[in-house]
């Protein structure tokens, strides 16, 4: 799927659509330069799974977790921008990615692609002009 967005407003509807329809267990790949509008969309994903507090960037803390509105369900944010070596961060991504219980989201994924499940959805962000992205979802959301 392609999609153009015009605003931020669009990005965070987008990421709501999306986010309605994970149930745990999938793994986001967000991919995108700096202010293309990656955690706006986890914004959005979070909206989409009844997150009731606000979400913010994981940069400077690498992960946040968020409780869902699904029973049992958690959101687990990860930003790897500042990352430097991914084994520090191997244990812990390897067994969230892997538990059906969390939506984890990375974003700066290149340092850690090596371990992240085959298969898992891929949405990149690119900035057309000032206020426009093309977005592109590769891999299934149910």
């Not at 605003?7 to 999938?26: A, D, N, P, V, Y």
């Not at 959005?44 to 946040?64: K, N």
């Not at 930003?79 to 990375?106: H, K, Q, W």
């Amino acid at each position: 799927m392609e999609r153009e967005i015009t605003s931020e407003f669009e990005m965070r509807k987008l990421g709501q659509t999306i986010g309605q329809q994970l149930h745990g267990g999938e793994v986001v790949e967000l991919v995108g330069d700096v202010g293309a509008g990656k955690t706006t969309l986890t914004k959005g994903i979070a909206v989409g799974l009844g997150v009731d507090e606000a979400v913010q960037s994981p940069s400077f803390t690498i992960s946040r977790t968020y409780q869902t509105a699904q029973p049992g369900i958690v959101l687990a944010h990860y930003d790897f921008y500042r990352l430097t070596d991914p084994g520090i961060m191997a244990d812990e991504l390897s067994e969230v990615t892997n538990d059906t219980d969390v939506v984890t989201i990375v974003e700066w994924a290149e340092i850690v692609n090596d371990i992240l499940p085959e298969g898992h959805i891929r949405i990149a962000i690119v900035a057309t002009d000032e206020s426009t992205r093309r977005v592109s979802v590769e891999g299934v959301i149910l």
